[in-house]
């Protein structure tokens, strides 16, 4: 099967070591994996924040780049939500670039969404041997409904002990440039998420955003607590033979 | 908006990170979200329709307002025939000038209120004091909050931001006839705030209300409450005199058969509320009198993404989910609309011309539990994208945003600008100045690549 | 002035909504709950608010009714059955509102699922003051009242009488969220259940 990875923009240039996992995550299930390299943005931090305009003009670059594939892997479900759920309302029907939307929008998956709806994997055959607690993001839990997608995943993983995060189904306080633009409630959340995760015990906390991540991460690591952030498909994509770093 | 709430100084970030500050206030909120979040889920989860009510109530509420000059005009002709006399006002001014006509008319200088979100917007009681008509509020959180010379901070429960020992230190501070001994039991308090209002309830001669809902068919108005004060306010004096908003009314009697499952379930998460009082016209021959409300409701009628903040039903349910309001609490909110709802109605109420206003669809991380538990489903996340939009930009923010999106619209450029972060990696400061420090200040940043994922899948991808 | 600002408002509204799409409103919610047993559901709800509640065969309601108002000076509403009116044990007659000790009602009909009664003003249920100013309220609810639903309530009653739906006594849930029975309503609510 021929995929094409959208790798989204904050992985490209902050954590390429995700898209390399998705690589050779879908490589080892026998996909072929294709990047087109003119990608760039999904436009959301612009729309979000209020720039439809350029948000519309990414929204169309991103279906001309991506149009043709019979599916498009996306490791983070705050992107592949915004493709998914908002293209369409932000490229009205009838407007320029409304059919290709329409077309495109739909074969956008997250990471979990293409194991087990599309190849129909549940044990991708990882080995990560530490105890895990799973942070279910805002997007793909209330935007793309992953539900126990991800948990089912991991699961699977030998050696991983999955502990379940208290208060697990609230924000992050990340929220793309809410994070900057209210510092002290977005703080204030992210403390008490650190808070949860402290209380399991685990080793690593991971998640299918690095937008997240990275937010609950720089205060797990500002507080000097010892507690790793990954991304879910390093851990898949881990195995005894190669490990995840 | 509510005079009290009216030029309300400052923004939602620097009010909401006072807020913060506040561990008091934190507790309390955390403790009462939490407890009503959790009553909420386990009623709605006990009806298996509870998706299809909400459909049919949003649908009845978007039908409402496709034709809702049709709807009005019919509630108008039922509540006349039924005894009842129509007004029509405008805006908050012209509200106010008729409520205090219909005052001054009867002769009275005293009116008992009931808890409505109308005529807080419209700030009816320094309306009616500037004509020297004192407003009582008999609601015990209303009352609370105006014994405290307090802002309410919650839809429901607007003195959700005091805990029992610090109501207990208001009653016995503002209110003549608490006892001596009073004690911060709950039972207590409320037992307090009976006596004090019981003989006010029986003497009083006009009474003002608003209405969760108008019955378009029957000229029906139907409130829900829990205390009972709204019983009496309804009841006893011989005048009543109900504000309402022109949202508010519903096509049909047999409606009711979704709301009232809807709104006591999202609101105070019971099965039903203790008590709800439906009257058409002058029940029981009481003289009364509905006053139709606009004041920028049919502003926001006419935008299309935006009117779906008129289904409202004031629930507040969306407030008890909000990670947002939990910590900010509903005065940062600068309105009495506050949380989810608030951010994106007062904006489009009073418009985005304060710094305030301006910040509070920003007021939100975006995360949809407001959503999800909507009983007439309003996206409010969908409407607080779409009032960012319409929002004013800082001209730094704008530059910066432009850049951005030229880099980002382009993969020779992002990838140049890529290429050179990672020549910078070594030089970026564990704090970022300006504007980034929000960032920094709580948070480490990640450390920047050697290459992107780009340029390795160049070299061996 | 009024009158102007009437023309005004629905003008602005014809604009305002001018060209929005029509809605069709789908009722596929239950018209009905499947309740197996409305007498023993019922009082269960109406327990769950912490009313008394008693289960008692009709023809047993004057006794139980006599019973548990001895001693209190009872607001008895028009149309009351005979059966149900309480002896006078103070010898004052009938009582007002604002010196009785309570009132004794029917009801217009009452909901299963939500532990509600709807009174109507009808005959024995008295004026809304008069169910509202005593601090006790004894209401008798004949098992035929008792629907399962909202949506059959809704369509058992007439809007043009003043209603009143109870459900439970006066309660607050203003001091932190924690619910306190007992405001400005009727303090105590005693419902007999009167089974055929
Ligand atoms: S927006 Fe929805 S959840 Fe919030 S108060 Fe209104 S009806 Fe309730």
């Known amino acids: ?245 | 908006m509510s005079a009290t709430f009216l030029g309300m100084p400052g923004n939602f970030p620097k009010n909401s990170a006072r807020a913060v500050q506040n561990s008091q206030l934190r507790y309390n909120l955390r403790k009462a979200t939490h407890t009503i979040r959790g009553k909420r889920a386990s009623v709605v989860g006990e009806l298996p329709d509870w998706q299809e009510l909400r459909a049919a109530g949003k649908a009845i509420k978007d039908e409402t307002l496709r034709h809702l000059d049709r709807y009005l005009l019919q509630l108008e002709a039922a509540v006349t025939a039924a005894g009842g006399h129509v007004h029509w006002a405008r805006d908050a001014a012209e509200a106010n000038r008729i409520v205090a006509g219909l005052v001054k008319a009867t002769g009275e200088r005293e009116v008992v209120k009931v808890k409505s979100m109308a005529t807080q917007e419209i700030g009816l009681n320094e309306a009616l004091a500037a004509e020297g008509i004192t407003a009582y509020e008999t609601d015990l959180a209303e009352l609370i909050v105006q014994l405290g010379d307090d802002f309410p901070s919650h839809i429901l429960v607007p003195a959700i931001h005091r805990n029992r020992a610090e109501i207990r230190e208001i009653f016995l501070d503002r209110m003549a006839d608490a006892p001596p001994g009073l004690t911060d039991e709950p039972a207590a308090l409320a037992e307090a705030a009976r006596v004090h209002l019981r003989e006010r309830f029986l003497r009083s001669k006009v009474a003002v209300s608003g209405a969760n809902f108008m019955i378009a068919e029957t000229g029906t108005l139907v409130v829900l409450e829990s205390e009972g004060n709204g019983r009496m306010c309804l009841t006893l004096p011989e005048t009543l005199i109900s504000v309402v908003g022109i949202e508010k009314v519903l096509p049909t009697w047999r409606d009711l058969e979704v709301f009232l499952q809807l709104l006591p379930r999202s609101s105070t998460g019971e099965r039903m509320n203790p008590y709800t009082s439906t009257w058409t016209g002058s029940a029981e021959g009481q003289d009364f009198h509905l006053v139709l409300l606009d004041n920028g409701r049919t502003d926001v009628l006419a935008d299309e993404v935006g009117r779906q903040a008129l289904r409202c039903i004031r629930c507040s349910a969306c407030l008890n989910v909000c990670p947002v309001y939990e910590r900010a609490g509903g005065h940062a909110y600068g309105s009495v609309y506050p949380g989810p709802i608030g951010a994106i109605l007062t904006p489009q109420l009073r418009g985005m011309g304060s710094e305030l206003d301006a910040s509070l669809p920003y007021a939100s991380s975006l995360c949809g539990a407001c959503y999800d538990v909507c009983p007439v489903a309003i996206d409010i996340p969908e409407v607080l994208v779409d009032l960012r939009a319409k929002a004013p930009h800082g001209a730094a923010e704008r530059a910066g945003m432009r850049v951005a999106g030229w880099v980002l619209n382009d993969q020779a450029r992002l990838a140049a600008a890529q290429r050179a972060a990672s020549r910078l990696r070594g030089l970026v400061p564990r704090r970022l100045p300006g504007p980034l420090s929000a960032w920094t200040d709580t948070r480490d940043l990640p450390d920047i690549p050697e290459e992107s994922f780009r340029d390795w899948w160049e070299r061996e991808g | ?196």
């Open chain 3, 1 to 196: 002035m009024s009158r102007s600002a009437r023309e005004d408002i629905l003008a602005r509204i014809r604009r305002a909504v001018d060209g929005a799409p029509e809605v069709d409103i789908p009722r596929r919610y239950r018209a009905t709950a499947e309740v197996g047993d409305l007498v023993g559901l019922f009082a269960e709800r109406v327990g769950d608010y912490r009313a008394i509640v008693h289960v008692v065969p009709e023809a047993e309601v004057p006794a139980r009714i006599a019973e548990i108002v001895a001693g209190r000076r009872m607001v008895v509403p028009e149309g009351l059955p005979a059966g149900w009116t309480p002896p006078d044990t103070s010898g004052a007659g009938p009582a007002d509102p604002y010196t009785a000790d309570g009132v004794v009602t029917g009801c217009a009909v009452a909901i299963a699922e939500t532990g509600t009664i709807v009174l109507d003003t009808g005959p024995g249920q008295g004026s809304r003051a008069q169910t509202l100013v005593p601090d006790y309220h004894l209401c008798v609810v004949r098992a035929d009242q008792i629907v399962a639903g909202v949506p059959e309530a809704v369509s058992r009653l007439d809007p043009a009488r003043p209603l009143t739906w109870i459900s439970g006594p006066s309660a607050t849930s203003d001091i932190e969220l924690n619910r306190v029975e007992g405001v400005h309503g009727p303090r105590t609510l005693e419902v007999l259940i009167a089974t055929a």
């Open chain 1, 1 to 245: 099967m021929r995929v094409a990875l959208f790798i989204t923009c904050v992985n490209d240039t902050l954590f390429p070591g995700t898209g390399k996992a998705v690589v050779s995550l879908l490589r080892r299930l026998g996909c072929e994996v294709d990047f087109p390299a003119a990608q760039t943005c999904c436009g959301q931090m612009h729309v979000n924040t209020g720039y439809r305009e350029e948000g519309v003009r990414l929204a169309r670059h991103f279906t001309e780049v991506f149009a043709g594939y019979d599916a498009v892997v996306a490791p983070s479900g705050s992107c592949a939500a915004m493709v998914r759920e908002q293209y369409p309302k932000l490229v009205k029907p009838g407007s320029r670039g409304a059919a290709a939307v329409a077309a495109v929008a739909p074969k956008v998956y997250e990471l979990t969404e293409f194991l087990l709806d599309v190849l129909k994997v549940e044990d991708v055959g990882a080995y990560f041997p530490h105890r895990v607690t799973y942070h279910p993001t805002c997007h793909s839990l209330r935007g793309l409904r992953l539900g126990d997608r991800p948990a089912r995943l991991l699961r699977n993983v030998r050696g991983l002990d999955l502990v379940p995060l208290p208060g697990a189904e609230e924000c992050c306080g990340f929220g793309g440039t809410f994070a900057v633009k209210n510092p002290a409630v977005s703080s204030a959340m992210g403390a008490d998420k650190v808070r949860g995760v402290l209380d399991t015990g685990a080793e690593v906390l991971c998640a299918a955003d690095n937008s997240c991540l990275m937010h609950i991460g720089g205060m797990l690591g500002r507080q000097r607590t010892g507690v790793r952030v990954m991304h879910l498909a390093e851990i898949l994509a881990s195995t005894e033979e190669v490990k995840a770093s």
